[in-house]
């Protein structure tokens, strides 16, 4: 009997990675396609085309019944991306739309497709094929760029009234603290992600009289791979930074703890690299923080999944 | 045919108030026993003896089919009360210990017992009978003593791993503030609660200048019930310890948005009384701390349920 796949779609601000998928999680064929497309059309062609490819490449084997789709600024309700600044061809007159995803490939592919955004589709790739796959309660956190979550309760992921639900990276860590490029001040994405880390090390030369690896760099160009390598020489001041870092975000998960319950959370992304340097001071301030009927009972898991994998793997659970 | 009842039964720290529901909201019959039975067995006792009348009145008109309850510290999934400090019923050896509460009445009374704490209780009463009846994604807010929180995620309750999820009392809203009874610092719980308000007062008047009318009480004496008053006559100071109030709610219910995106909060509690003096603040703070998304979007509604009624016929709606 022939069997079915689905294909996962991880839409990037670079590059689009598209994979057919088996029911075990294996990725038969994969391709990539440039997402730096100024034009819709153009960009949906190619997309679309990159599926017809994949499908006709294993149709041997099988057929290709749903495509899962993970993508910035995605609504799994309506199927649109909306306003997402780091997706060109989103742009009508200039600036960030609506534009209805799903639907446009889905018309022009005929196979059923979902959408959501790629922190959620991260969650259902952990509870389908990772770390999570006997949870039904879970936090799903990826430290990139910035800092997104999936939320799962009760083996669902919650998308609240309106699909946008799990912006925890935009939770408040700090009152009146740094700005943020969605608007606000202090949000955990401004200490807790790439892009933060390298922030505090700026900050931290900038006020630390100590000495420090980081010193022989120009302090505008840090960034959390720099201080990741001075890190594992020792540095004590970029020690110091992941430190920092690790009690933010402990503090934190202790709140979404009070929040929803979850068994673990689930970190994924690439400034989970550094872990070693931050874990500790992150199971430190989240216990801290924590009631007696949770304090040490929260589990922090790492991803299990191939990173180039990860992508591809979450969006294709979407369509499970 | 006859009708079919549920009894909802609400168990505070001084009495337990149990009433008759039916499906359409009304207390057909309804008593209340004392909590403050210091041994189990002549607590329940008094509770099941209570329940057998309540149903022998209703019974030329219809059955009890069910018996819904809240209570401090109630686990759903267990049926279980856990080291709940003012029930001393609960306690064994001197401290509060773990009372398998739902099945002890079941046992006695042959009918299913649905136990949960009282916020998640008064949530299921607002969707069943008041604000919340069209709503599949709210957070209920109860403000009293202190601050209780039942989360709804696509019409159900969140509970979390081990039945514990909605403490968003003890969210951090203040980085090392003030102690919590929980042996946390800095807990919304001990801004935004009567007994909150009453620390803001005493606080304000220790380090502002100001004339005010609660510089005539005995400081330690003050109730959130003095505040209120004195705002009600125009005090200055009364009135900014109330907008200091809804300002630390709105930035906390800005986080919580971020986490499961509910279309409104629903506040219930004595503190509601004053709304008119933090609603304001509130809404203000909360918008301040929303992304374009959701800024001016997400409703903050007061229970419309009576007071007398409202916890009677949350601990219904769970037996529904």
């Given at each position: ?14 590059s ?78 200039g ?5 209805p ?16 955004n ?67 001040r202090g ?5 807790a ?10 900050e ?97 898991l ?19």
């Open positions: 009997m022939p069997d079915s796949f689905v294909i996962g779609i991880d839409v990037g601000g670079q689009s990675k598209l994979g057919v998928v088996d029911s075990g999680g294996t990725i038969l064929a994969q391709c990539v396609i440039s997402s730096l497309q100024a034009d819709l059309d153009s960009y949906i062609g190619d997309l679309t085309d990159a599926v017809r490819m994949l499908t006709e490449q294993v149709k041997e084997k099988g057929s290709v019944r749903g495509i899962g789709i993970g993508a910035p600024n995605a609504n799994y309700y309506s199927g649109t991306i909306e306003y997402a600044p780091n997706l060109k061809w989103s742009y009508i007159g600036k960030p739309s609506i534009v995803f799903a639907q446009l490939i889905s018309d022009k592919v005929g196979i059923p497709v979902t959408i959501t790629d922190a959620n589709a991260a969650a259902m790739g952990e509870m389908a094929y990772g770390v999570a796959r006997n949870l039904r309660n879970f936090i799903m956190i990826t430290l990139g760029t910035g800092v997104g979550s999936g939320i799962v309760v009760d083996g669902r992921l919650v998308y609240g009234h309106d699909g946008f639900a799990g912006e925890l990276g935009h939770t408040c860590a700090v009152r009146d603290g740094r700005l943020c490029n969605c608007g606000l949000c955990l994405e401004t200490y992600s790439a892009i933060g880390v390298a922030r505090t090390a700026r931290m030369l900038a006020n630390d009289k100590r000495d420090s690896l980081l010193r022989r760099l120009g302090a505008e160009k840090i960034s959390s791979k720099d201080v990741y390598d001075a890190a594992k020489q020792g540095d004590e001041l970029s020690l110091e930074i992941f430190r920092y870092t690790g009690t933010l975000l402990g503090n934190a998960f202790a709140d979404f703890v009070k929040f929803s319950s979850p068994e673990a959370f689930v970190i994924f992304g690439g400034l989970s690299k550094s872990r070693e340097f931050f874990h500790d001071a992150l199971m430190k301030a989240m216990n801290d923080n924590l009631m007696t009927v949770w304090k040490n009972r929260i589990k922090v790492y991803s299990s999944l191939k990173e180039s994998d990860a992508a591809i793997l979450g969006a294709s659970a979407m369509a499970l």
